[in-house]
């Protein structure tokens, strides 16, 4: 099924799909919030891939995961979309695109 991201603002969630807000407040929210939002992507990418497999982050994203591929239609709600938004790299995550770390 599907991975969207949308905006928090704007979207409005009318056939009952799973909405997961990975905004500020989230578990999953990108802790770089100053500068160019392609920068801010960038480091939110690379932080991901040096957390270890068993951070609050990387569970909820096999969370996600698992209801991806039981064909759950999920919606990344974050306020920066259409601009590019770290939304984009826990997709890319879910999707297996992108590993976690080996721990330290």
């Known amino acids: 099924m599907a991975i969207k991201v949308r ?4 979207w409005e969630n009318v056939d009952d799909e799973f909405v997961e807000f ?7 929210e ?3 919030n100053q ?3 392609r920068k801010l992507n960038d480091l939110y990418k690379k932080y991901l891939m040096e957390l ?3 951070s609050p982050q990387w569970k909820r994203i096999h969370d996600l995961k698992a209801m991806h591929e039981q064909g759950e239609i999920l919606n990344l ?3 920066c979309y259409p601009d590019p938004c770290h939304s ?3 997709s890319e995550a879910i999707n297996g695109r992108i590993k976690p770390g080996k721990g330290k």
């Open 7 to 10: 905006n928090k603002n704007t």
């Open 22 to 28: 990975v905004g500020e407040g989230s578990v999953l």
């Open 30 to 32: 990108n802790p770089y």
């Open 35 to 37: 500068g160019c939002k």
């Open 52 to 54: 270890p497999a068993d």
């Open 77 to 79: 709600l974050c306020s």
């Open 88 to 90: 984009n790299i826990i």
